[in-house]
């Protein structure tokens, strides 16, 4: 079972770091869909040092929530360093992550994120100041290499264990890629075969079948999924259940979805009141959406919608028009 510096989850379905979506709300979903470890988004070394409110308030963790792993980002040590220390003393995350991932140009260009995959001896040096500098167990996420002539996934991922990191997450894909083409799992063995810490691995897991396959296939210590739990967490619960029963649960209904997506939004609302959290939940309102049947229409109102209310109202009566239609009849 996927342990982590002593913390033990309670099954190996992560739920992946994700930039404007995994915040206290969605990540309740998450651990209530029974992710067995829920990871924040990133948040700037240097916002935290400066005390940015917006930066402070990512550091909030609901006690419901944990385990969970804070992720920071930077290109300097010294400010990586420090903001660690802000998170081990003033957070109560159970996890603090590094990430070497980020192939944002905005973020790569400060040194910090993916850029740091080009040199294993400064990924050691910066791992073992931070190891020494807290408390809770610090862990990286990285991606395979930065391009394909720069793929030093294994040494990188040495050069963390060696400084005392508690786990390597390994996305299959270069920089180069972003998110095009296929992750390469067969990297992520060859990292799971060459340390001795957990590796998750991560990329392209869509459905339970793929978790399944990626732990059995690839030994991997925990499976980390990100695109698929979009408006979706279905997905982590049915990946949990199938690794846990053999068996898959059926896909929700409308209904099921609807219901979700209304408490995903009135957890966001909590966290960032109506006017912020009704267009930051139109992205979702789509993600929920899809799959389901005929929400051309729907799936472009969500877009003109600023209130609950009205975002409540399209929703359900879109509902309760799918739930009026005969069964079986093709729409
Ligand atoms: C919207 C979005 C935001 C992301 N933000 C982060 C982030 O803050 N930190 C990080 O390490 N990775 C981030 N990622 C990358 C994911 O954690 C993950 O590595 C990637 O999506 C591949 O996994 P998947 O195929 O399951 O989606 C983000 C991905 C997406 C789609």
Redesign the pocket.
């Known amino acids: 079972m996927l342990e982590i510096g002593g913390i033990q989850m309670k099954n190996p379905v992560v739920l992946?770091?994700?930039?404007?979506?995994?915040n206290p709300a969605f990540r309740l979903i998450a651990k209530d869909f029974g992710a067995g470890l829920v990871c924040a988004?990133?948040v700037s070394d240097k916002g935290i040092l400066h005390e940015n409110e917006r930066s402070l308030k990512m550091l909030y963790v609901d006690e419901r929530e944990k385990p969970l792993s804070l992720?920071i980002f930077g290109g300097e040590r010294e400010s990586l360093v420090a903001a660690a220390k802000y998170v081990d003393k003033n957070t109560n995350a159970d996890i603090i992550d590094i990430?070497m991932?980020?192939p944002v140009p905005k973020i790569t260009k400060c040194d910090a994120g993916a850029r740091w995959l080009l040199d294993p001896d400064k990924i050691y040096e910066m791992v073992a100041a931070t190891v020494d500098a807290v408390q809770k167990p610090v862990t990286v996420?990285m991606r395979v290499g930065w391009d394909e002539d720069h793929i030093f996934a294994v040494q990188n991922a040495q050069a963390v264990e060696r400084a005392g990191g508690a786990a390597v997450a390994v996305?299959g894909?270069t920089r180069v890629q972003m998110?095009e083409g296929t992750?390469n799992w067969d990297i992520i063995k060859q990292v799971k075969d060459s340390v001795s810490i957990p590796v998750i691995g991560?990329?392209?897991?869509a459905t339970p079948h793929d978790a399944k396959h990626a732990l059995e296939t690839y030994g991997v210590d925990g499976v980390?999924?990100?695109?698929?739990a979009?408006g979706n967490p279905w997905m982590l619960y049915r990946t949990v259940k199938f690794l846990e029963t053999g068996e898959i649960p059926e896909e929700p209904t409308p209904r099921e979805k609807i219901d979700i997506c209304m408490l995903h939004m009135d957890r966001l609302i909590d966290l960032k009141g109506e006017n912020v959290a009704v267009r930051e939940m139109r992205k979702h309102a789509a993600w929920y959406l899809k799959g389901l049947p005929q929400t051309g229409t729907v799936r472009n109102e969500v877009n003109t919608k600023t209130t609950r209310d009205e975002m409540s109202k399209l929703l359900f009566n879109y509902v309760e028009e799918v739930e009026a239609r005969p069964v079986n009849k093709v729409s």
């Open positions: 992946a770091p994700m930039a404007g979506v995994c988004e990133m992720q990430n991932g980020c996420k996305h894909r998110y992750a991560n990329g392209d897991i980390m999924i990100g695109r698929g979009l």
